[in-house]
């Protein structure tokens, strides 16, 4: 306890915190009166009253004594108390003013400082953007987020948040809605690109079809106009209007209010604008949306037919729930799981195995469930490392300028400043320094945090600053932890200067204090390691995925889509189109082939039965069919393994044919060569000849496993066209910039058409949330990596050509007496390169040991690869040999003579 | 002799900071100071004096630090700071203006009117 308090008052007495105890001062007051009553007692005794007398006549004249006593104290509390907050001000102003002057005086070290401090605490301050923006921040204009759920289902064996199933069908949807107990309002959503206008003018738009009771589900009012409410939303056609977000209203309407009113034609249909929302409103997931209709309106024209309100078998919506307080979720849950058993028996979710889960809404945000928010976590962890380096780094900095100001700090010591006070004058400065570090820090997070959203995250409708007040108020907290913790090590090491031998010795260092340099020295490279270690490992990851054969060469071929649905035109007229359109896109000049399909890579999915002849009993086998014009393998480029590609003889009315592949030919005829084997597709068909194998090429991830799949020629299998696609492959340095040539040869195949969208698969939605997480780590790891590593070599560095100015005279002495240049050098750099090896050895366990963290979200890439990590030492290595060249350089030089008369 | 004036708050401030203006003082040798130069004529509770120093030291007008008396005995000793002398100077030709005003208007002939 006596530690304790003695820790306490010394805490106290750094800070200048009050000491005064009431105590104390009560018995300075009592102390005062007495005295001062003595005084007037003793004079009247002098005057020859007696001692009686003089004492009431002193009392009296003093006043009522209680009463009196308890007046004076408070005003003496109420002194001590103005007295010592203007004490503490004035010690800070003085500290401030010092600290200004004494940073002033070394600018291009303080302007050193103040950056490393920025970079460190800056990327923590992004990091922490990112991390608030994909998982912190809550979905803007949505009254009460907490309270709303997503429904989602799974097998039962899984806990709710590994339900992947995030759709239902609308009478699901409806049974849920109106019986289940324990919601208010259960609302769906449909979210769908929107064709505007036709023609050269058409447009998309991202559109989100809603349910009556949205809006009123979150609560969000409209800026302009109204929302849609629930007249809107009647089965089966609802009233054709449509709700703006703002960013659309502003791009497309020049944010004029006249907007209200106006018409959109979207599909068949026109649609009249009754409302803007207000600037950042998403909804409730992170994407958003540029335009919300009723679902009732939108469902038909946008190609969901007829009997959307009754199709039972497929699943669309995604539903989300605002919870009745009181009511448990799971219960709630188990409930809407009853009622949807009871309206869609048959449907495969609502059998025995499946469960319903109410996720909270934080859980199906943006990519908050997905690997990429855990790898952004893993990110903001190690960001802190970084800050750590940085720390270390400014603290030798400062400890260094601390042994040269020894003599300075030792006079003013000799001189009677207290100890707390110099402490608190060096926690001032870095205090300071770390204060500017912040302020360019919020730059860099601004600059930082905006960056990684533009380039990772286009798919997200960023609407708000990357820093917010939450960011401001975590860099603030992050700015002054910093810099007092940074300032706590060399003020501490100042402040236990021995005055005697610190005049004496004058700048030369004695002791523990270059210690301290080399254990900070040696953690930094250390950190170093580890972060260069996870950068490889990022590195590496991304580098297996896009060595990966995925059978189409992603950043080369585009898709072209165009919604014909809506235009209504008959097959052959749809058909004619799109003749015309890859006509006219082959002729773009760096298109080298061109095809028409039913569907491509990481689009949709379209099964097949196909049947095998000429085994023992007919085997029914499932498949992914495709149906396609000649060149579709080698736009994708995709190999064929055996046999043929389709040609033009595979004509309708020519013999029938198909191409399988690999997957579907090995499942099913093992070694054995399937060529010339016959196939019936779908039901009563005459057999088709297998006449080529084709290399798997990825279906719906690039993660799967492919699935069997079998392709039929145009021709021949026009019966199962019911959608077309035109696949673009382009054979240029840059792609991305022949795309909008493409797309406008399409646009323009015939007059009156929807919008064309050409997007390179590279840029597909899926393709690019998969390969996300590795670029994220790769390149957010990379930056800290090379951050850590420069840091390292200006700390190594800065130690090194300090130790070579200290040991000047030791180097005139061994070059006086001969020593070899090279021996000198030698000396110099062997000294930086241990301290390094220790961090390097220690960082190197530090990491393998750490690097469990992150083998999980590693692709085929060991989080032990000894190559990498080799690599990493070598580079530190190299690095702080590099860092010694000048200090070493400037070693070889000394002068004897100079040196040896100098001090 | 007539009865002892009552003194108003501000007022009994400007007399404390003139009795400290020549040396730092301890309390009773305030007390002593005023009662010897007012004659007796001003009704000082000590009480209320030491009032008027606590409030002075919190305008930090006056400072204290605890010293020793001829006769050894400890002894708080105030003193009137830079501002105090500055505050005193100003007060005392206001104060001076304030009283010659009145007592002017109040010996004013009453033939002139």
Not at chain 1, 424 to 435: F, G, I, K, N
Request: aromatic fraction near 8%.
């Amino acid at each position: 306890m006596r530690h304790l308090d003695a820790i306490a008052h010394g805490i106290r007495r750094v800070f200048r915190l009050e000491i005064r105890h009431d105590g104390d001062r009560e018995r300075e007051l009592d102390e005062e009166i007495q005295f001062h009553i003595e005084q007037r007692a003793a004079d009247l005794i002098a005057l020859g009253l007696s001692p009686e007398q003089a004492r009431a006549e002193a009392l009296a004249r003093f006043g009522p004594y209680d009463e009196s006593r308890e007046r004076l104290l408070e005003s003496a509390r109420s002194r001590d108390e103005v007295l010592t907050m203007i004490d503490r001000f004035e010690n800070f102003s003085s500290d401030a003013r010092y600290a200004l002057r004494q940073l002033a005086r070394s600018p291009g070290l303080s302007a050193a400082i103040a950056l490393t401090f920025a970079l460190g605490i800056g990327v923590n301050a992004a990091m922490f953007a990112v991390i608030d923006r994909l998982l912190l921040r809550p979905p803007a204009y949505v009254s009460h987020p907490e309270t709303i759920t997503a429904f989602a289902y799974g097998p039962k064996d899984k806990s709710a948040d590994q339900h992947f199933q995030r759709t239902m069908n609308y009478p699901v949807y409806k049974a849920v809605r109106d019986r289940a107990r324990g919601f208010t309002d259960v609302a769906a959503t449909f979210d769908t690109p929107v064709p505007i206008g036709r023609g050269e003018a058409a447009q998309n738009a991202r559109g989100l079809l809603v349910s009556g009771n949205y809006f009123h589900l979150l609560g969000a009012p409209a800026r302009l106009g109204r929302v849609i409410g629930p007249d809107d939303d009647r089965e089966p056609s609802g009233e054709a209007v449509v709700v703006l977000s703002y960013d659309y209203w502003t791009s497309h309407f020049g944010a004029d209010e006249r907007a209200l009113g106006r018409t959109l034609d979207i599909a068949n249909r026109r649609f009249t604008i009754i409302g803007v929302m207000p600037p950042g409103f998403s909804g409730l997931t992170v994407e958003g949306a540029d335009l919300w209709m009723p679902l009732s309106a939108g469902a038909a024209p946008l190609g969901l037919g007829g009997k959307w309100a009754t199709n039972n078998l497929g699943t669309w919506l995604r539903v989300f729930a605002r919870q009745q307080p009181g009511v448990p979720v799971a219960r709630a849950a188990e409930d809407a799981m009853r009622v949807a058993r009871e309206a869609a028996p048959a449907a495969f979710f609502t059998g025995p195995r499946w469960n319903f889960g109410a996720l909270p809404l934080r859980s199906i945000r943006g990519e908050s469930a997905g690997m990429t928010s855990s790898v952004a976590r893993v990110l903001a962890a190690m960001s802190f490392i970084v800050l750590l380096v940085a720390c270390s780094n400014v603290a030798n900095l400062l400890l260094a300028r601390g042994l040269r100001r020894r003599s300075e700090i030792a006079v003013r010591l000799a001189l009677g400043v207290s100890r707390g006070r110099l402490v608190s004058h060096l926690l001032t400065e870095s205090a300071l320094l770390a204060l500017l570090g912040g302020v360019v820090a919020l730059l860099v997070a601004y600059w930082g945090g905006n960056i990684v959203f533009t380039r990772l995250f286009t798919d997200l409708s960023v609407h708000d600053s990357a820093v917010n007040v939450r960011v401001l108020a975590f860099t603030a907290v992050v700015t002054i932890a910093t810099g007092v913790l940074t300032g706590l090590i060399p003020a501490w090491q100042t402040s236990r200067l021995e005055l005697g031998s610190a005049l004496r010795s004058g700048d030369r260092e004695v002791g523990h204090s270059s210690r301290t340099r080399s254990v900070l020295l040696v953690a930094q490279a250390a950190m170093a390691v580890t972060l260069l270690f996870a950068a490889g490992l990022f590195v590496r990851s991304l580098a297996h995925l896009g060595d990966v054969r995925l059978g189409v060469d992603v950043d080369r071929v585009a898709v072209g889509t165009m919604d014909m649905r809506v235009v209504s035109r008959t097959q052959a007229e749809a058909d004619l189109i799109f003749a015309a359109a890859l006509d006219r896109v082959t002729k773009v000049p760096g298109v080298s082939h061109a095809a028409i399909a039913a569907t491509s890579p990481f689009g949709a999915a379209f099964g097949a039965n196909v049947t095998i002849h000429g085994r023992d009993s007919l085997v029914r086998t499932d498949a992914m069919l495709n149906v396609i014009s000649p060149d579709y393998f080698r736009t994708l480029g995709a190999r064929m393994l055996r046999g043929r590609d389709f040609a033009a003889s595979d004509a309708e009315g020519a013999p029938r044919t198909i191409v399988v592949n690999e997957m579907w030919a090995t499942r099913y005829y093992g070694a054995a060569n399937p060529i010339g084997q016959c196939v019936d597709v779908g039901d009563s068909l005459p057999c088709a000849q297998i006449v080529g194998v084709l290399e798997n090429v990825r279906r719906q991830s690039i993660f799967e496993d492919s699935t069997g799949s079998v392709y039929l020629p145009l021709a021949q299998g026009r019966r199962f066209l019911s959608n077309r696609q035109l696949l673009v492959r382009i054979e240029n340095r840059h792609p991305a910039g022949v795309l909008e040539t493409v797309r406008l040869a399409m646009q323009t195949a015939a007059p009156g058409l929807p919008y064309a969208d050409v997007q390179l698969l590279a840029d597909n939605d899926t393709v690019r949330r998969e390969f996300r997480p590795y670029r994220l780590g790769a390149i957010l790891f990379g930056v800290f990596g090379l951050l850590a590593l420069s840091l390292a070599a200006v700390g190594i560095y800065g130690v090194i050509s300090y130790n070579v100015g200290q040991r000047r005279r030791e180097m005139g002495v061994r070059i006086a007496l001969g020593a070899q240049r090279r021996s000198v050098a030698t000396l110099v750099v062997r000294q930086g390169v241990a301290v390094t090896a220790v961090g390097v050895a220690i960082g190197a366990l530090v990491a393998l040991v750490g690097s469990r963290v992150v083998s999980s979200l590693l692709y085929n890439e060991s989080a032990r690869d000894p190559l990498v990590l080799g690599a990493v030492m070598i580079v530190l290595l190299a690095t702080a040999v590099v860092a010694c060249v000048i200090p070493a350089w400037r070693a070889v030089n000394t002068d004897p003579v100079t040196a040896l008369r100098s001090d | 002799m007539t009865s002892a004036l009552p003194v108003l708050r501000g007022t009994l401030d400007l007399l404390v900071l003139r009795a400290l203006l020549a040396r730092p003082k301890h309390g009773y040798e305030i007390a002593s100071w005023l009662d010897r130069n007012a004659g007796g004529n001003l009704a000082i509770l000590d009480s209320a004096m030491y009032q008027a120093l606590y409030r002075l030291e919190k305008q930090r007008l006056i400072a204290a630090e605890w010293g020793v008396t001829n006769n050894n005995r400890q002894a708080r000793y105030y003193h009137v700071t830079a501002k105090g002398r500055t505050h005193l100077r100003t007060e005392t030709s206001s104060w001076l203006r304030y009283a010659s005003t009145v007592s002017d208007v109040l010996t004013a002939p009453l033939a002139a009117e």
